[in-house]
């Protein structure tokens, strides 16, 4: 092996743990805003993550989770909302009601903000419409029992 080679792999060699360092990405984040108490509904949250976890979503390996709760004082939501954007999540779940949708509009028109609950975003001035919402507000479809 010649010298300018030997000097060439060793160079190399020293880089390639920065730069493997450098590729691994940190694991994204969901933002989740809640008008409520987070005691009261921690069966929506096990089934939040239930349903990550089918997914191939699992919390402290592939994705992170913000709480936020605004313990039904629902002022606090803008301030909340925005912390979550500070914090540049992956995606801001919105749940509780049309409030805590608002602020988390209010805070953001580009992380996408999904609805988990059941009022009209329509209605609500955060979509165009349902078939094609536009903008960065979808919620999550809900099955209707068939009478």
């Not at 940190?26 to 239930?50: M, S």
């Amino acid at each position: 092996m010649k010298r300018r080679e030997f000097i060439g792999l060793l160079g190399g060699a020293t880089a390639w743990p920065l730069a493997s360092r450098a590729q691994q990405a940190a694991i994204p984040t969901i933002g989740f805003l809640h008008t409520g108490i987070a005691d009261r509904y921690t069966n929506y949250v096990a089934g939040l993550r239930q349903g990550l976890a089918e997914a191939g979503y699992v919390e402290g390996q592939n994705i992170a989770i913000e709480f936020r709760w605004a313990n039904n004082q629902h002022e606090r939501l803008s301030e909340l909302a925005a912390d979550l954007v500070r914090r540049q999540v992956a995606v801001l779940v919105s749940a509780g009601g049309a409030q805590s949708a608002l602020a988390a509009k209010a805070a953001t028109s580009t992380i996408p903000i999904v609805l988990a609950f059941g009022s009209d975003p329509v209605q609500l001035g955060l979509a165009t419409s349902l078939n094609r919402p536009g903008g960065n507000v979808t919620r999550v479809g809900c099955r209707q029992k068939q009478v």
